[in-house]
């Protein structure tokens, strides 16, 4: 037990520092406060209490705990003990969730077993990940992202909750907004990008949308869970599941914001991450999971516990055995178990020996059991099996996959304005390993997205043109090393009058587990676009990838580079859509692109330092820019814009006021489009140091040719609000900055005073 005292002695420490150097309490970070509003009314909190009081222990830590049923129905001779574990408790009528069920039919069966089963009748709650649409599968979060759309956001992840609860799913494991800073990192796919700022505001709309179904015809609600809480996305070295170490600064300024909004919006559970941070695993975190979640914030909902992680406690060396592990995820605020088995083994024992008081228990089911009440689950179990008829690929489903797919786009090059295509193009050659592909669009984690759904490049364009004007050959595959059949399309590029090459990553490149060290377009793809480069026709580039890639040798090469990255179901038609220019591209990078690897960690959001790069003996490379290829926020129209006339509403704001910065926004082309102006803020001297650019305001509007909007921002001291030297948020008074411009490095600046 000496281990495990000092552990627990060193987390208070921890947990001591962690509260009297940083708050969060009078932090409102640009954002509403903490509305104080109870999504678990006291009315559900009775209901609960009143059936915990009613409860055995081994019914109570029965509900604690959750399994992967699919797993078992696809391996029946896996993992023996916790496989008879989970049907013990299914046959007892104990188990409190259970996911990855195959569908309706059997979510109901499963659920009349328990039920009937059950002494009190406690309803299971099923979950599932449902991280960017269910059937109808809309673009990776990251692609989502670039969107700049929180209503699209919105409404995308009400449409996955719809076809999930459709089929039986009570629980989305989603929003993922873990902030990253790392291209390596395959689950950069899942989250929304670099920003706390935008991220918060993607998490918000997202909670809202996923947990909130207004359009439902059973007005049945699904719970949402946003995770991995927290600081995943800063594994060392962008490998999946490495060690994070940060500030408690940093958690607080960047990883920490969208959790917080998430929790503001109502969501019902959050995951706690496999990393540690700082030392502490995520689930025996009770700085995280206590302190912060639960006192600062009033998180109500359920902590569930990534997959398995209680079992890797042991392996993260800070548990000697299962029964210390169930102790530590407990005491720090876990309430339930996904797949360990280890409350249900070791809970009745640990509270029997004193170890665990059983008010945590009861506390855990209680939260457990309110979520099912304000679910409606206990009054409505089944799921109407005609419902996903109608729900599933809903035309109105496919449509916004379309859209979401179209506002995802990045044109990242377009020179001599080459795109958009004309319709009448004589021959237009379409090479490359994702141009018929049918599977990739799909994404990492989209379990229930299906081949068949996906239009392909090829099919969209198709679409667009009649055969007679094309001339297809891939090429090359993904990773092929062979260059056997680059003739075939070099021939086909050197006959047409301009080719469109579609490259980049397979689904295995990316998401969970699939970090990358190299960054360049895998297998033979680049030798493949070089050589069509070299025939002196034009090529215009559709990458389709998971993260950014590091793709300087592209830049410099092709005419034009459309970055579509893995856009779901209706991709094909999408990229179509604006290779022709239906639609132009309005998408915005909310990741900063490397030209190298070397370069990563690469963000807008950075300091100046003592010495900025510029000539010797500062802060850059001697062999590569420091500037990024690609900056956050980034993204080309058919059309230019200008800005113009940027002018605040006073030079000097007190802490009570609010400014108000106006710019002139015109479209300066021949084309309507869109444009996402962008606001950021500096605090220029304070009393810790600052980054140069804070993202603190967008808007996206669209623009006829020649006309001219006026966008406003209001500006407040929320808004300027950093952790200073004190250790709570606050505005300091002084002198800021601010820009208002189309990406992250370029804009009109104004400066104005902050007074006492
Ligand atoms: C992932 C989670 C996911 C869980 C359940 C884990 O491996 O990290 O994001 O929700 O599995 O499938």
């Not at 690897?597 to 690469?602: K, L, R």
Request: charged fraction near 25%; aromatic fraction near 8%; charge should be negative.
């Amino acid at each position: 037990m000496v281990t495990s005292l000092y552990l627990q002695a060193v987390l208070q420490m921890r947990q001591a520092k962690g509260q009297q150097r940083y708050s969060d309490a009078k932090f409102s970070g640009g954002v509403r406060q903490l509305s104080g509003k109870h999504w678990i009314t006291p009315e559900i909190r009775n209901k609960a209490k009143a059936l915990v009081a009613q409860m055995t222990l081994e019914e109570k830590v029965g509900q604690m705990s959750q399994f992967d049923w699919g797993f078992h129905a696809i391996n029946p001779d896996a993992g023996g003990e916790i496989n008879n574990l989970m049907r013990l408790l299914i046959d007892r009528g104990w188990v409190g969730s259970l996911f990855n069920l195959s569908g309706a039919e059997e979510a109901n069966e499963l659920q009349r077993k328990v039920i009937e089963n059950s002494r009190l009748r406690i309803p299971m709650i099923t979950g599932r990940d449902v991280i960017h649409g269910y059937r109808s599968v809309f673009p990776i979060p990251l692609a989502m992202s670039s969107s700049w759309n929180p209503g699209l956001i919105e409404q995308t992840a009400a449409a996955a909750s719809r076809e999930a609860a459709s089929d039986g799913i009570h629980w989305v494991f989603a929003p993922m907004i873990d902030i990253t800073r790392d291209p390596r990192w395959g689950r950069i796919a899942e989250s929304m990008g670099e920003d706390p700022y935008l991220g918060g505001v993607m998490a918000d709309a997202w909670v809202r949308g996923a947990q909130l179904d207004r359009w439902s015809d059973d007005r049945r609600s699904v719970a949402g869970c946003p995770k991995h809480y927290a600081g995943y996305g800063f594994a060392e070295a962008g490998r999946d599941y490495n060690t994070v170490d940060v500030s408690d600064r940093v958690l607080r300024e960047v990883i920490l914001p969208p959790f917080r909004r998430a929790v503001e919006a109502g969501a019902l559970g959050i995951m706690a991450s496999f990393n540690e941070l700082n030392g502490i695993p995520a689930c025996a975190n009770k700085y995280l999971l206590t302190t912060i979640l639960r006192e600062e914030w009033g998180f109500e909902g359920i902590v569930v516990s990534d997959y398995n992680a209680l079992a890797e406690l042991l392996v993260h060396g800070i548990a000697k055995d299962p029964k210390e592990a169930a102790e530590l995820a407990i005491k720090a605020g876990t309430d339930m178990d996904m797949h360990s088995g280890f409350y249900f083994r070791y809970l009745p024992e640990l509270v029997a020996e004193g170890r665990v008081d059983e008010r945590l228990v009861d506390q855990a089911v209680e939260r457990i059991l309110a979520v099912k009440f304000k679910l409606g689950l206990f009054d409505n179990p089944y799921v109407d099996l005609s419902l996903k008829s109608r729900v599933i690929l809903s035309e109105e489903h496919v449509g916004l996959a379309r859209q979401a797919a179209r506002e995802s786009i990045v044109l990242l090059k377009n020179e001599n304005g080459i795109l958009p295509l004309s319709k009448n193009i004589r021959k237009l050659a379409l090479i490359g390993p994702m141009m018929k592909n049918r599977r990739d669009p799909l994404g990492c984690w989209a379990p229930d997205g299906k081949e068949d759904d996906v239009v392909s490049l090829y099919d969209g364009i198709l679409a667009k043109l009649s055969a007679d004007q094309v001339l297809y050959a891939e090429g090359c595959g993904i990773l092929d090393r062979s260059r056997e059949k680059f003739d075939e399309a070099l021939e086909a590029v050197e006959q047409a009058d301009a080719a469109v090459i579609a490259v980049g990553e397979s689904i295995e490149l990316s998401g969970e587990g699939n970090s990358r060290a190299e960054l360049d377009l895998p297998g033979e793809q680049r030798a493949l676009v070089e050589a069509a480069v070299r025939t002196g026709k034009p090529v215009i580039v559709v990458l389709m990838s998971g993260r950014p890639l590091a793709v300087g040798w592209l830049d410099e090469q092709a005419a034009a580079i459309l970055h579509a990255w893995h856009l779901g179901i209706q991709s094909g038609r999408a990229i179509a859509d604006v290779l022709f220019g239906d639609n132009g591209p309005s998408g915005r990078l909310t990741v900063t692109f490397p030209r190298s690897v070397g370069q990563i960690p690469i963000y807008y959001y950075r300091k100046n330092t003592g010495r900025p790069p510029g000539g010797n003996y500062t802060s850059r490379y001697v062999d590569m820019p420091t500037k990024p290829l690609y900056p956050f926020g980034y993204g080309l129209s058919y059309t230019t814009f200008a800005y113009r006339n940027l002018k605040l509403d006073r030079t000097g704001m007190r802490l009570s006021d609010a400014l108000t910065a106006t710019v002139e926004v015109t479209n300066t082309g021949s084309v309507a489009g869109e444009e996402v102006v962008q606001l950021y803020v500096r605090d220029v001297a304070a009393s810790v140091t600052q980054p140069l650019k804070r993202l603190k305001g967008f808007a996206k509007i669209r623009l006829e040719p020649g006309e001219t909007k006026a966008v406003s921002f209001r500006i407040t001291a929320d808004d300027l609000a950093i952790i200073g030297a004190s250790g709570e948020w606050a505005a300091e008074p002084g002198a800021f900055r601010l820009m208002i411009g189309p990406n992250s490095e370029e804009g009109l600046e104004a400066d104005f005073i902050l007074e006492e």
